[in-house]
């Protein structure tokens, strides 16, 4: 990773472009957590490092909404995030299920 100064520089730019999309919204308890709901559908971007959860709503416009946002971080970076889509068990080492009601 380079120079000491390469992990706040990532940090900086990753807030920028989060913040370049139409309605996500940072975490006040948690910086490194941004949602965004838009009608009934959720979309939740967790970083750690460079490691990206990009969770949704399991709906048809969810998946449409996580798509439209790798797109736009994808134009903002060199080098585009890789994707592996498909249900989550485990993010960082904690364990997730999914409930009737949610996460």
Known sequence: YGAPSAGNAWWNKVKSINKA??????????????????NSTKLIVVIYVDDFGIFHSGTTAGKALAHEYIEHFNKHVGKPLKVHEGKVHEFL???????????
Do not use: H, M, N, Y
């Open 21 to 38: 999309f139409p309605g996500l919204v940072q975490s006040e308890a948690d910086p490194s957590c941004f949602t965004l709901t838009r």
């Open 93 to 103: 080492g904690l364990t997730i299920t999914k409930t009737q009601t949610g996460f």
